[in-house]
């Protein structure tokens, strides 16, 4: 278990660091916003200076869409987990915990 806490606690600070460093001052809130525009050093910017980049590659772009993404469906994943745990704490306290059986 403590081993678990160490290698967690190394890698969020090996991540935090790196994000804080590879962005500097300009770190989005949520920090996988800070890979909308991930190109890997792929791709050029656009000649008609709308900031985007073109020529990207496909797997840099692939990254791109899963770090950002990742939190919603990591979220969207835990939703049936939480409605069971509410509905059974709702149904013990509506009908008491001598009359539930499972």
Request: with cysteine.
């Amino acid at each position: 278990f403590r081993d678990g806490f160490l290698v967690c606690g190394i890698a969020f600070w090996v991540i935090g660091y790196v994000i804080a460093w590879y962005f500097g001052d300009h770190i989005e809130q949520s920090a996988n916003l800070n890979w909308e525009y991930f190109v890997g050093g792929t791709g050029r910017p656009s000649p008609n200076g709308s900031g985007k980049w073109v020529d990207v590659a496909i797997w840099a772009r692939a990254i791109s869409i899963f770090v950002v993404c990742f939190p919603a469906v990591n979220i969207v994943s835990a939703y049936p987990l939480n409605a069971v745990v509410l509905g059974n704490n709702l149904l013990i306290k509506l009908c008491g915990p001598t009359e539930v059986s499972f």
